[in-house]
């Protein structure tokens, strides 16, 4: 006999609410340190951009991750097979940016985000699980 019931949930966010929004805002974030950077002489303001960059394109990565794992459902795959690769380029090019200050490869991200952004609103869930209306 247990006390305990097993719970589950089908993802690490049970209570359903998605947005690419976070991810993009982390990704500007990216954006704005790379242009701080470029721009500055002063070295240990260099040094802080970095490291926000750094940190930014991490949480854009995790971001993109629980959008790709826990919120696109097989039927979403099937529906539009190009999201697979999409997650997994945006994925790839947040890591990149953590390498470089090219604000290239900033924008790029975003541009890659605003993607994912369009095939999120446009499944039937997104409307519902989303916190920033498009």
Known sequence: ????????????????????????????????????????????????CTIVKEQRAEEVKHHLWVLWTDFFKPHHLEADASIHELMWNATKVAGEAKKTNDVAKGQELIDLIDQISDKFWATAEGPGAGVYAQ
Request: net charge negative.
């Open 1 to 48: 006999m247990s006390l305990f019931q097993t719970a589950s949930a089908h993802c690490d966010l049970p209570c359903g609410v998605y947005d690419p929004a976070q991810a993009k805002i982390e990704a500007m974030s990216v954006l704005k340190s790379m242009e701080k950077y470029n721009d500055s002489d002063d070295h240990d303001f260099k040094a802080r």
